[in-house]
């Protein structure tokens, strides 16, 4: 066995095979560099708000691989325009470094309403932002809630909350801006059908209070005002006055008072 093994055939066979180890490691790590590209590196470009075709062009252009991370909805930016990108622009990376993207959706993602009414302007505010909608026009009305939010409207008509409406959407909010300074005379509301009086309270800037139907009444649009607190006039005769934003109870019945009467005409008795 020992002269097997230190035969010449042998020795030369394993000098040759540790020969052939040490030059592919010496070849490997020499070419290692040129495999990995040590060394070479590369300025990110900006490829923000570029259409993404665009965006990959760019980026393999100038040596980078480019690949759709994440996808995000802003209606600022167009469909499939690149949002983010991670390394971001300036970074110094080596070159073939994949960047990650993040584009526009196409299409904006349903998000339910939420209830505003009776919130101050300011948390309105950030409800709707951190739904992803933004705050449209606001409208001032006199109401005694000082900035607090009276009405949420899509397109002038009353958006009930729980609706299903795109992200982005702009949502514009009637805002309560306070009592008024200036005291007016009470409107007089007797005699009037119920639409009339909502009308001449919404002309004169007041709101409906407490709404007291009489059973009688089938048509709430269509009955009539039999009563009114406050009233027109007080005990002394003297007109009561009020402010914008203040309210006005109104008292409906089915029978049409006569004028200036407090209460409903009693129905005529049957001899």
């Known amino acids: 066995m020992f002269d097997f093994i230190t035969k010449r055939s042998f020795l030369v066979n394993l000098l040759a095979a540790v020969a052939m180890f040490f030059l592919l490691a010496v070849i490997f790590f020499s070419l290692l560099p040129v495999i990995t590209k040590h060394g070479e590196q590369q300025t990110v ?45 300036g970074a110094v990376v080596k070159v073939n470094r994949t960047i990650h993207l993040t584009v526009n959706k196409t299409v904006a993602p349903m998000v339910a309403m939420p209830d505003l009414e009776g919130l101050t302007f300011r948390s309105a505010e950030m409800m709707l932002k951190s739904m992803r909608l933004n705050v449209g026009d606001t409208i001032y009305k006199p109401d005694f809630a000082t900035n607090t939010v009276l009405q949420q409207l899509l397109n002038g008509r009353t ?20 009592r008024g300074n ?14 009339e009086a909502r009308e001449i309270l919404s002309a004169s800037s007041l709101n409906i209070g407490s709404v007291i139907i009489d059973p009688s009444v089938s048509d709430t649009a269509n009955a009539f005002v039999y009563k009114q607190y406050p009233t027109r006039k007080n005990e002394i005769g003297d007109f009561n006055m ?9 008292y409906l019945t089915a029978t049409k008072p006569v004028k200036d009467s407090t209460t409903p005409v009693a129905p005529a008795e049957e001899e």
């Open 182 to 195: 200036t005291e007016n005379p009470v409107p007089d509301f007797i005699g009037l059908t119920y639409a």
């Open 242 to 250: 009020v402010r914008s934003g203040e309210s006005v109870d109104l």
């Open 159 to 178: 958006l009930k909350a729980g609706t299903m409406i795109p992200e982005g959407t702009s949502i514009t909010l009637i805002l309560s801006s306070g």
């Open 45 to 89: 470009p900006d490829v923000r708000g570029l259409k993404l075709e665009e965006a990959i062009s760019k980026l393999e252009a100038a040596g980078f691989d480019a690949e759709v991370r994440d996808s995000v909805y802003i209606d600022s930016i167009p469909p499939l325009a690149v949002w983010a990108q991670t390394p971001d622009k």
